[in-house]
Structures are given as structure tokens and as C-alpha cells.
């Protein structure tokens, strides 16, 4: 199965600073449509859990566009700019390449 | 507007059977497929299965052997059983749909603790 990797458990940042998280794919997550097979998910205690991007890059309706999805191949990275307090929270990559789909371990933004 | 409402009983013990109804609304699941994800407390999130639009199912090799997950279009509803319930089976258990090639919809979860 594909294996998924956010390397940073934690990452501890400051209201209105830029944040960069990465997932690491064991394989390519391109498939022959052009698209990358990559999403992003953000928890939140007591919210339903709420998709950010799509096929790597693309916006889900709504999300604000200080979320930037951006990678390619097995290197993919989330990026929150000028952070507010309604993003720290637990941040989740998924791949839906092939079954079983699998998610990274994800990473936790803490207030520092 | 979409809604997914997940259902079940919140204590199983440990050998015998789960069974879980997610509820649907807001669109047809003869048109999308619904998945289903848990997560252990303290932990990360696992994907279970998904049942697509067509009725057909894929799941988690690792769980393949114990996990069951079926539909009922006219109610708007799909089950998922896992039999042989553990320990390490307590989690939150969460559906969502399937949209495109991602989840756009998750409810809120049902936890689930396996203890006798």
C-alpha cells in the first residue's frame, strides 16, 4: 500500500506567520489523467472534519486562500499564510490513488 | 444541504459484532460512494472501505477479513459490520462521501469502545 509521511507530529507558530506542512508519498501520486491523487483534510475538536484541497492544489469551496496546496510526484506540502486562530488544528493528508486509500499521521499547529 | 449522520452502539464487547448505520442526506447513493474512516483516540485516521455509487466496495486489506459494508438506497443508509471486534478496535468511527477523488463530507463520528 502507499505509504504517507508528514515528517513534523507538531509544529509550533505565532498568529499571522506562514506555515508549511509536508506529506511524503512512497510513490508517485500522479495518475494518467495529469492530476495528482492528493488531498488535505483539517480537524478541528467538535468540527466534522473539513476538506482543503484536492488533486494536490486545488481549493475546496469555500476555504479561505490563505490555504495553498502545492507538490507533485511524492512531495506534497499544505501552506497557511498569515495564520489565524481558527487554523490551529490537526492537519491530515490522504492519497486516493489506489485502495486502500491511506492518510498521513498528521500534524498538529500549536499556538506558541 | 448533504448531511452524514454516523449511528450505532457505543459499547461492544470484545469477540462479537459491530454494526454501524450511517444516514444520509441531501444527495442520492446510487450517485456517490460513502466511505468509512476510524480513529483510535489520540491517533491518526484509518481508511476502512467505501461502498460507490454502483454498490461495488473496496476495503482495507487489513481489515478485509472482518469488515462488511452494504447500502439501502430507499432509506438512505450504509451499514457497516466488523465482526470479531478487539481492544484495539475502540475508535471514533466516521462516514463521509466520496466526491470526486476526496472525501467533501465527513459527519461528526460515532465512538465505539470494545470492552467487556
Known amino acids: 500500500q502507499i505509504m504517507l509521511t508528514q515528517q513534523a507530529e507538531s509544529l509550533w507558530i505565532s498568529p499571522g506567520e506562514r506555515v508549511s506542512i509536508t506529506c511524503r508519498a512512497s510513490q508517485s501520486l500522479l495518475y494518467t489523467d495529469g492530476k495528482h491523487y492528493l488531498s488535505w483534510y483539517q480537524q478541528r475538536p467538535g468540527q466534522t472534519t473539513k476538506a482543503l484541497i484536492y488533486?494536490?492544489?486545488v481549493r475546496t469551496d469555500g476555504v479561505p486562500t490563505r490555504f495553498i496546496g502545492s507538490g507533485s510526484g511524492t512531495e506534497f506540502t499544505l501552506s497557511i499564510e498569515h495564520v489565524q486562530p481558527e487554523d490551529f488544528a490537526i492537519y491530515y493528508c490522504?492519497?486516493?490513488?489506489?485502495?486502500?486509500?491511506?492518510f498521513g499521521a498528521g500534524t498538529k499547529l500549536e499556538l506558541k | 444541504q448533504v448531511q452524514l449522520k454516523e449511528s450505532g452502539p457505543g459499547l461492544v464487547k470484545p469477540s462479537l459484532t459491530l454494526s454501524l448505520t450511517c444516514t444520509v442526506s441531501g444527495f442520492s447513493l446510487s450517485s456517490y460512494g460513502v466511505i468509512w474512516v476510524r480513529q483510535p483516540p489520540g491517533k491518526g485516521l484509518e481508511w476502512m472501505g467505501v461502498?460507490?455509487?454502483?454498490?461495488?466496495?473496496n476495503y482495507n486489506s487489513a481489515l478485509k477479513s472482518r469488515l462488511s459494508i452494504s447500502r439501502d438506497t430507499s432509506k438512505s443508509q450504509v451499514f457497516l459490520k466488523m465482526n470479531n471486534l478487539q481492544t484495539e478496535d475502540t475508535a471514533m468511527y466516521f462516514c463521509?462521501?466520496?466526491?470526486?477523488?476526496?472525501?467533501?463530507?465527513w459527519g461528526q463520528g460515532v465512538m465505539v469502545t470494545v470492552s467487556s
Open positions: 490522504l492519497q486516493t490513488l489506489k485502495s486502500p486509500y491511506t
Open positions: 488533486h494536490a492544489s
Open positions: 463521509a462521501r466520496s466526491y470526486s477523488s476526496y472525501m467533501d463530507y
Open positions: 461502498i460507490w455509487g454502483n454498490g461495488n466496495t
